[in-house]
């Protein structure tokens, strides 16, 4: 029974998973047809949306080019709006503009101006013709604007500067000259940067600032240029200029000082490019009256070359200086300032071979030379020029150098080109320099003394006459030269004047030589029968002379005292510089009174003492050449 009930219940546990599974293929037949009918859906969806796809397609481009179009346009609106603006704004601006850069204020004057010239760029870009009117407004407001702010600039600089200052007071006090106020700089300069950034040709203030403040400097400058002019005028034809008495040093440093402080305020106002241009147009005026003023001064010096030659030596050597400096400050104006030097210095090169020929002319003009042998002015005068030169040494130097040794001599000197100003460097004396311009004055003195050698054999008579004269201006020259600056710079090269002193001295000792003549005996004695020299020699010698003889040597002594009267007459009475007498009456006394002593020791008993015939003895000549001394 047990069996059986555990089979009934193994049946309804099958039959219970039976039904189960009938539900659940049930179940799965439901979901396989739901599946199916969602594929069918899907399918259906696709197609659909295919067909949406193809239709939207073109839609979707379409919008595309509306949205583009519709950016455009908002793009035009955007620019016409831009472009109405400064129409719009152009009141505003033109109320700006009307009330100038004074009282608008310069920043929004010139931010003005720079919306103006940006709105009406973009007119023109734009090209539009309904926009022509405005942009003819425009340009008249433009140049309105930049016409107020130039007659501005004008006026600020003009309130600013001075008609002219006293150079002296700064030049005197060593300061600097004045600079425009900070200030003032600032706002100039704002409206230079404008300028220069808005003009397409030549700035227009560049011009403006050269007239206002080359009027500035050519007002201070006036007076220093009439003054140096002026202090050129000789109260005395035959004065020698002297090195500083000319204004044109007080002129060069006030033109240098100037110059500068206003180079200082060009940098400071214009652009980097401008500042030479601007610089050159400023110093323009001043210039052309410095230009002016070296050419009244060289025609000065041309008309007095022989005193005033030193004058364009002075004014090439301030000029060259000053040039210098201001290249090296500006790097500007040296070839200006060279055109404007270049007539002096053509004065001062051609001077130097002028001086030798005017001191040979002077000496050839002489009518007439001292009958006692003085000196005459011409020497001093040339060794005074020559001192001169000595205080104006660099620029001679520097010419000198240009010209060569010894180029003075030739007329090509005048054609050396000595066209530009020469640098410091060449202001360096130096070995060479000092060389050259000794070689000068050697060759100076030469001339001199040949020219006057030549004079004196036509209007001197008497060879001692001559070598008197020779003698004393060989003196008064090696004199002046040791007593001035000229001694270190000749010192061991005036061998020339030794040759010319030798000369003087034959000269003078052949009249000697002529009174010597007659101290020379030609009779023979017995020399066995002569005794030794002593007292008793002219008593002996005379013994054995024949009467023909003693007369001979009474005529001797008597011939010789006259001559030597006659001699030591002229001595006296001649004008000797106290060198020139010492010196020939020592060769004078060498050279007669070994003889004289020689002849009185052989013949002094002619006259038995009487001095009939025998003026002189041995003490009495000596004392007569002593006193020639």
């Known amino acids: 029974m047990a069996v059986g009930l555990s089979n009934n219940a193994r049946h309804a546990a099958d039959e219970e998973a039976r039904a189960e599974v009938d539900v659940l293929n049930s179940r799965l037949e439901k979901t396989t047809q739901l599946t199916k009918k969602i594929q069918v859906c899907l399918g259906r969806l696709e197609a659909t949306g295919k067909s949406v796809r193809d239709v939207s397609g073109p839609l979707t481009g379409e919008t595309q080019k509306l949205q583009t179009l519709g950016n455009n346009i908002d793009a035009v609106i955007a620019a016409i709006e831009r472009l109405r603006q400064p129409a719009d704004s152009k009141n505003d601006e033109e109320a700006i503009i009307r009330q100038g850069p004074e009282k608008a204020g310069l920043s929004n004057y010139l931010n003005s101006i720079k919306r103006l010239n940006k709105a009406l760029e973009n007119m023109k870009t734009s090209n539009l013709r309904a926009n ?60 230079n ?82 500042w030479g241009p601007a610089f050159q147009m400023t110093c323009q005026a001043p210039l052309a009256e410095l230009a002016r003023t070296l050419r009244e001064l060289n025609n000065h010096i ?198 010319w002193r030798k000369k003087a001295k034959a000269f003078y000792t052949e009249a000697c030589k002529d009174v010597s003549m007659h101290l020379f005996d030609v009779i023979h004695t017995n020399r066995t029968q002569r005794p030794p020299s002593g007292s008793s020699e002219s008593a002996s010698i005379l013994k054995g002379l024949s009467s023909k003889d003693k007369d001979s040597i009474k005529a001797k002594f008597q011939v010789f005292n006259m001559s030597f009267d006659e001699l030591v007459s002229k001595h006296k009475t001649y004008s000797m510089e106290r060198e020139v007498r010492q010196m020939f009456a020592r060769d004078m006394q060498q050279m007669l009174e070994p003889l004289y002593n020689r002849f009185w020791d052989r013949y002094h008993e002619i006259d038995k003492g009487k001095g009939k015939y025998v003026k002189y003895d041995k003490s009495s000549i000596a004392a007569v050449f002593l006193s020639l001394y």
């Open 132 to 191: 022509q009117q405005t942009m003819a407004d425009l340009q008249r407001l433009i140049k309105s604007g930049n016409t107020q702010l130039e007659n501005s600039f004008d006026k600020m600089l003009r309130a600013e500067t001075p008609r002219s200052i006293e150079p002296l007071h700064y030049i005197t006090k060593n300061t600097p000259f004045p600079l425009l106020t900070q200030d003032q700089i600032s706002r100039l300069s704002l409206m």
């Open 193 to 274: 940067a404008y300028a220069s950034g808005n003009s397409s040709s030549e700035n227009p203030l560049l011009k403006m600032y050269a007239d206002v403040r080359g009027q500035y400097l050519s007002q201070t400058l006036v007076n220093l240029a009439y003054a140096s002019v002026n202090t050129a005028k000789k109260k005395s034809p035959d004065a020698i200029y002297r090195a500083g008495t000319n204004g044109i040093g007080m002129y060069a440093q006030a033109m240098e000082g100037l110059f500068g402080a206003e180079y200082d305020n060009i940098c400071n106002i214009f652009m980097r490019q401008d």
């Open 302 to 499: 041309k008309a007095h070359l022989s005193t005033d030659c030193y004058l364009a030596y002075e004014v090439t050597e301030i000029m060259s200086n000053l040039s210098n400096n201001i290249e090296q400050r500006t790097g500007e104006l040296k070839t200006t300032l060279a055109s404007a030097l270049k007539p002096v210095r053509e004065t001062g090169k051609l001077s130097l071979a002028e001086l030798l020929e005017d001191t040979k002319r002077k000496v050839g003009g002489l009518q007439a030379l001292p009958p006692d042998g003085s000196p005459v002015p011409i020497i001093s005068e040339t060794i005074q020029r020559l001192q001169t030169m000595v205080d104006f040494l660099r620029p001679i130097s520097s010419i000198m150098i240009s010209l060569g040794d010894g180029g003075w001599r030739s007329a090509t000197a005048a054609n050396t080109n000595l066209d530009g100003i020469p640098s410091l460097a060449s202001f360096d004396i130096g070995a060479d320099g000092k060389e050259i311009f000794a070689h000068y004055c050697t060759d100076t003195i030469d001339a001199l003394m040949s020219a006057l050698e030549q004079k004196a054999r036509t209007l001197l008579k008497g060879k001692s006459l001559l070598g008197v004269f020779l003698a004393n201006s060989v003196v008064i020259i090696e004199r002046m030269i040791r007593e001035s600056d000229l001694k270190p710079l000749l010192e061991g090269r005036l061998g020339g004047l030794e040759s």
